[in-house]
């Protein structure tokens, strides 16, 4: 009994490890250099000021 769950189990990780090795994503990695310059970004930032408008406080 504990041999027929150790072979089960030595199949299912050896299964896990061949569908992990054929599914991964393959990447290009030629078309990643072609951008190299930076690309700064600058945000137009306006401040409105607004009048501080105190509650009354009744005293």
Request: no cysteine; glycine share 2%.
């Amino acid at each position: 009994m504990i041999l027929t769950i150790a072979i089960s189990l030595a199949a299912l990780v050896a299964i896990n490890f061949l569908l992990l090795k054929f599914s991964t994503n393959k990447i290009d990695r030629t078309t990643t250099k072609a951008n190299k310059k930076p690309v700064v970004l600058t945000p137009q930032i306006t401040i409105e000021l607004e009048s501080e408008r105190l509650a009354p406080t009744g005293s």
